[in-house]
């Protein structure tokens, strides 16, 4: 068990930077996801944390200890591939002792350690058959337990679950998450997978285009996003960012979508607050699509609008509208009744809603309860 | 084959009537006589040419042609003979121990020299195309070389007398056992780079993410190596020294030129005893016995291998 610790670390293939400046500090028997869309640096990251890739500046420690330059077979970190990497001219068992046998462990001990590895992966009654033979899900568990048995203190995990198809993820998901309760190991786990992140992870690591984005819990990820490319990365459909005038009239302030006055949402006090501390003329406002409310009538603060196109995704409807200016997203229960050319009263919930700098794309906040 | 040469399926009314269908194959077969007399005259007349042959006492030094050489009729005599010709069996154990001998140093070499490249050296593609380069002579300018290496007053001797005085007295290849040596080394030389060429690609191909799961498991480089890619280029290493001992077997212009087979006959393989059988003593018959024997027994040989790897495949 072991801490990882990140501190400036960059890395650079030539003239590209690939990893800029990360810092990261992953706590003890943590999980924790590292999500970003392709390219985004999330694999090199995990590499460096391996070993597989050297860093081109900053440092890594494990639990506290600098292992920059240890070489990747002294780190101790269980490493799990994409492909899963199984050695397919060895048996299911000597796949699982071969971390035991190259160590030089005992034979006695080597046989019973792989006994019971075999044993918890499920893979007991598949012991002595070619790893050839062995279904995408038993792959997978001899991956996890030929890394698992030489107890490493850290796992790292490259997309596991992007070989398999949607129903069988869905057990491996959670079988993963229980495999880690039991192993009780500091588990780090890269995915392009927003559901595998929020789903599995304690904490979620987004990056883009080689940095780091934010790093906190999945529910903070969610309602609480750092800046637009969170807001707009996580959620399916994402975050509704839309582009306002804020002015002030009678007092009150007001966020006029695409600048119309006559699509103004009135701000509540929280965010008056922001906008007016920001003293920006423009702002991008977001708001998730579930945080939308439609009615017949027009009532306080609601915005008029047309039903462009309605898509039935599971038990959710996802409805887009236009103003005429601009548009968004609106997703309900699958009961409400919106046909395309209908007009609506949309209203936001303004609590959840936040309001981003169009030109850093950092979140608007006043103090850390923000 | 039948699908393209054979007419269409038929509607049934036709295939009731029978005689357009008649005609239809029988134009089909003419239509392949031609290239089936042809086939017949390319396999099946040499062979039985050979075997005629090879029972009778012909040799061209007769005068007679060869469709004459009934007149001498022998039977069996030819090869009654070549099964007591120490002459050919000599040849044939030399050839088996050159084999033997070369192929394994070979494989050793090309193993290490690939196992070194795999691992990365310093200046990896001079060396490679230096590496290489032997294996791009021709055989008979190798042996050549390898003639004048070898000499009395050639530079291999130069250099030894340097390290010890004595060995400039040396004459390689006047020598049974020091001219097999010297033999042996040229094939080495020649043909290490092939099996190198063919082993590093073997293990080239081994997955990358196999090494590297290893590495992490903590299997150091030898570790490595000899468990995970080794046993991935069995097939490689089994085609490699296929290909080898094949063609070890069948060496000639490297010995024809470097020693012509002596002293003696030691160091005579297999295709130079047939070639002076054939060239220097025109004894056509027998050596076209030999032809059918060797037809034979490589023909058994393969049989029982195919058999073998059938069996293996069911399994």
């Known amino acids: 068990m072991a801490s990882v610790t990140l501190e400036g670390t960059s890395k650079k293939f030539g003239d590209f930077i690939a990893v800029r400046n990360m810092n990261l500090a992953i706590k003890d028997a943590e999980f924790v996801a590292i999500l970003g869309p392709s390219g985004c640096g999330k694999s090199t990251t995990m590499n460096m944390i391996a070993g597989i890739e050297d860093v081109s500046a900053g440092t890594i420690r494990f639990d506290g200890t600098d292992v920059t330059n240890v070489p990747m077979k002294k780190r101790g970190v269980g490493f799990v591939f994409q492909n899963y990497a199984i050695f397919t001219h060895l048996s299911v068992r000597k796949n699982l002792a071969f971390g035991l046998e190259v160590r030089g462990e005992e034979q006695a001990e080597i046989d019973r350690r792989v006994g019971e590895m075999a044993e918890f992966m499920e893979l007991s009654h598949r012991i002595d058959a070619p790893s050839v033979s062995l279904s995408v899900n038993e792959l997978q568990k001899l991956a996890i337990g030929r890394s698992a048995i030489v107890e490493p203190s850290i796992f790292l995990l490259d997309e596991p679950l992007s070989n398999l198809d949607s129903a069988f993820r869905e057990r491996m998901r959670s079988d993963l998450r229980q495999l880690q309760r039991s192993l009780n190991q500091t588990m780090i786990y890269v995915t392009h997978d927003q559901i595998e992140a929020m789903g599995l992870a304690d904490r979620i690591a987004v990056m883009d285009h080689a940095t780091l984005q934010q790093f906190d819990t999945p529910e903070n990820i969610y309602s609480r996003p750092e800046n637009t490319f969170v807001a707009g990365f996580i959620g399916a459909p994402s975050m509704n960012l839309v582009r306002v005038r804020i002015a002030e009239r009678g007092g009150a302030m007001f966020a006029d979508l695409a600048g119309r006055e006559a699509d103004a949402v009135a701000l509540d006090e929280r965010l008056a607050r922001q906008a007016r501390a920001s003293g920006a003329a423009a702002l991008t406002f977001g708001f998730r699509p579930e945080h939308l409310r439609i009615s017949d009538q027009p009532g306080n603060g609601s915005l008029a609008a047309q039903v462009v196109l309605v898509e039935l995704v599971g038990r959710r409807k996802h409805v887009h509208f236009s103003t005429g200016q601009t548009g968004f997203v609106g997703s309900f229960d699958r009961g409400v009744s919106l046909r395309p050319g209908e007009a609506a009263h949309v209203s936001i919930d303004l609590r959840k809603s936040h309001l981003f700098d169009p030109e850093t794309g950092l979140r608007l906040r006043l103090g850390e309860e923000d | ?315």
């Open chain 2, 1 to 315: 084959m039948t699908d393209t040469t054979l007419p269409a399926p038929m509607p049934v009314e036709e295939q009731a009537t029978g005689k357009l269908a008649q005609s239809r194959r029988s134009l089909a077969v003419r239509l392949l006589i031609p290239a089936q007399v042809l086939l017949v005259f390319i396999v099946a007349f040499p062979l039985i040419m050979q075997i005629f042959i090879s029972l009778t006492w012909w040799t061209p030094l007769d005068g007679d042609p060869w469709y004459l050489a009934w007149m001498s009729w022998n039977w069996f005599d030819n090869y009654t003979y070549l099964m007591q010709d120490d002459g050919l069996w000599g040849s044939v154990g030399r050839t088996l121990l050159f084999v033997a001998v070369a192929v394994p140093i070979e494989f050793f070499l090309g193993l290490t020299l690939a196992a070194l490249f795999y691992e990365g050296v310093l200046g990896r593609p001079v060396l490679y195309s230096l590496i290489l380069m032997p294996m791009m002579i021709v055989p008979a300018v190798a042996g050549y070389i390898f003639f004048l290496i070898f000499q009395q007053t050639g530079p291999l001797n130069s250099a030894l007398s340097v390290l010890w005085p004595g060995m400039l007295d040396v004459n390689w290849l006047n020598d049974t056992t020091r001219a097999f040596v010297a033999v042996v080394i040229a094939d080495v030389w020649q043909w290490t780079p092939l099996m190198f060429l063919i082993l590093f690609a073997g293990l080239m191909s081994v997955p990358e993410d196999q090494m590297r799961a290893a590495t992490i498991l903590g299997a150091n480089w030898r570790q490595r190596f000899f468990r995970i890619a080794l046993p991935r280029i069995k097939t490689v290493i089994a085609i490699a020294i296929g290909l080898r001992v094949i063609e070890c077997f069948k060496i000639f212009d490297m010995l024809f030129v470097m020693t012509g087979g002596g002293p003696g006959v030691a160091t005579e393989s297999l295709s130079l005893f047939l070639y002076k059988r054939t060239f220097q003593d025109l004894e056509w018959s027998y050596v076209a016995s030999i032809g059918i024997t060797v037809l034979v027994a490589l023909s058994v040989l393969t049989a029982v291998l195919m058999a073998r790897v059938k069996k293996k495949d069911a399994r």
